[in-house]
């Protein structure tokens, strides 16, 4: 079930990991071993309460379980905790964080960058965007209307002026609207999304580029969720040319906590031009510099920052090198490969109705019925019932003015339909497919009896 296996190789490394220390008096930090076995007893049973996002059987929301590399050298560095903010605070690890973040850089093509983890995806956009307005200052941001609900907040933030764009009924951004609104003027940055979070779908960052030379905005890519598919080789034709454009972006994010196998707290944001580092400048009183060299806290938001989360990044990526055709590769090939499949058999069953071919590796369904508040209904029950049978969906909800023309006939009785989200992000669902769609169907026939 859960790993444990892995758990005596902590031990060796660090005995490893304290062996320069060999010559100092010795000092054992105090601890009351039962007192920690207590709580710890009583804090397992507390986090018994979740659902089992590590089992192929868990095919709800964005959660993947880090990769064993990832939990073993982010447990270790915690026993020196190093602070990724100031070189002195975490020697070995800000050099981690340097070289973890140019391999992401590399995955864009990128001769040079400049970029650093964050505590995640929102942090990570906040910088993008925070450097945007600095460069356009005054000007709006755009966004689709499925983009990440973050940007309006942040823009809010930031107090920039945001505006949503309509999507296409693929769920893209839809270029005629945008086109209008830059007619209108005052567009200082286009957001593409790379992997919408609710359905995966991929904005078509190569027409934006082409865009972005009549119009002169600035590009951020947000790949937050799907920035890895650039290694994957299964990709349809126009979304490979989506992911190809990236390395043309002015930022990229990118979280290694969503599809990079690091556990939570691990987002990352990159810029093309170096020289966007002017904007971080500052003197700090606090931080005792003890290098010549540029440390991260000089360009990052964010101040004290998680040294184990590079480390673990860094381990993770040496285990399995962010490469075309490689393991890692090979392995996010399958997630998308689960989903289509889900998406073949889905379409090819009487009783339901996908929304849209994914783009990545995310499907959104609903059982068949006459009209969308009897589609709400039977999602939130099949969602309830699956899981009963241990599994675990994720309830969707969309709105009815989007849905696509496969779904002609629905009678549309409201603004939105529930629908079932199911991201397919363990490669192991493959496999596990014929028992997931097994446990899909009793769960539907439960619900809305084997002929609806
Ligand atoms: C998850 C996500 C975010 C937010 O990132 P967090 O790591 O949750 O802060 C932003 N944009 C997209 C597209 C995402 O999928």
Redesign the pocket.
Known sequence: MLDKESLHLLQEALQKLEEPYASLPSFTPAADAEALQAVLQETAGRMQDNFPFYHPLYVGQ?LKPPHPMARLAYAMAQFVNPNNHALDGGRASSLMEKEAVAQLAAMLDWPQHLGHLTG????A?LEALWVASKLQPGKTVLASEL??Y?HERISAVLGIPFEKIAVDKQGRLDLQALEARLQRGDVGTVVA?L???GLGAVDPLDKLVALQQTWGFRLHA?A??GGYFRLAGNLEPEVARAFATLSQADSV?I?P??HGLQPYGC?CVLFRDPAVGRFYRHDSPYTYFTSEELHLGEISLECSRPGAAAVALWATQRLLPLEQGGAFAQDLEKCRQAALQCWDQLQQSPHWMPLLPPALDIVVYAPRAADTDTISRLSQQIFTAAAKKDLHLAQFRYPTRLLPTSWQGVEIRGEWVTCLRSCFMKPEHVEWLPEIWSRLEASREEVAGPQA
């Open positions: 964005m995640g995806g929102t942090m956009n983009a990440h973050t999304t992997g919408t979070t947000d937050a969720y994010v979280d906590h969503k987002g």
